[in-house]
Nanobody, 118 residues
Framework: QVRLVESGGGLVQAGGSLRLSCAIS????????IDWYRQAPGKQREFVAS???????NDADSVKGRFTISRDNAKNTVYLQMNSLKPEDTAVYYC????????????WGQGTQVTVSS
């Protein structure tokens, strides 16, 4: 099993920056993809960014050029650097892992709140 713990959320003014961390433990060698998702009040959870086992990254159009996903293998941690934050980025941010054969398994972290004031 894979366990995920997010941290780094908080309150920031529009235009500011935050870095979220996702600490990973458990069956790390079986992980194929780590994603960041977010969910704003009254809205569906949406994809933000992903990083694969081989280091390939992808991100949503809404965050391109502002958010960057990265990882530190030595620390078993994936980061989401968020710059030029906007009020519409306000949401609970979740770390998500796909692992196992054919990505048959997944797990979510508990989430961390990001609030961007105008």
């Amino acid at each position: 099993q894979v366990r995920l713990v997010e941290s780094g959320g908080g309150l920031v003014q529009a235009g500011g920056s935050l870095r979220l961390s996702c600490a990973i433990s458990g069956s790390i060698a079986s992980i194929n993809v780590i994603d960041w998702y977010r969910q704003a009040p009254g809205k569906q959870r949406e994809f933000v960014a992903s990083i694969t086992r081989d280091g390939s990254t992808n991100d949503a159009d809404s965050v391109k050029g502002r958010f960057t996903i990265s990882r530190d293998n030595a620390k078993n941690t994936v980061y989401l650097q968020m710059n030029s934050l906007k009020p519409e980025d306000t949401a609970v941010y979740y770390c998500h892992a796909l692992y196992g054969l054919y990505n048959s398994l997944s797990n979510w972290g508990q989430g961390t709140q990001v609030t961007v004031s105008s």
